[in-house]
């Protein structure tokens, strides 16, 4: 099993970035794919989940309501968070975990600062 988060980075308030999460050596299609953060300090709070069963109904943290948005294309194998309207309260590193086998991505930094 294997989870590799991409699209990390610096950005200022306000703006956006698109997290990516590839994924391999399970079935995608049928788990359950949310992401985490953690921010300096603190513990690792679920952002959002996207079903298998039900893709067009995920869950959000009130937090991130109206500014991220979490896909899926299981042709691909891929998970995505769009993130947008971005707050320093934002800046964690962000995690992709795979319900079905219990497995975690090893992360990817996101910044938000001026």
């Known amino acids: 099993v294997q989870l590799v988060e991409s699209g990390g980075g610096l950005v200022q308030p306000g703006g956006s970035l698109r997290l990516s999460c590839s994924a391999s050596g399970f079935t995608f299609s049928n788990s359950r794919m949310s992401w985490y953060r953690q921010a300096p300090g603190k513990g690792r709070d679920l952002v959002a989940t996207i079903y298998s069963d039900d893709p067009s109904t995920p869950y959000y943290d009130d937090p991130v309501k109206g500014r991220f948005t979490i896909s899926r294309d299981n042709a691909k194998n891929m998970v995505y968070l769009q993130m947008s309207n971005l707050s320093p309260e934002d800046t964690a590193v962000y995690y992709c975990?795979?319900?079905?086998?219990?497995?975690w991505g090893q992360g990817t930094q996101v910044t938000v600062s001026s």
């Open positions: 975990y795979a319900a079905s086998v219990r497995s």
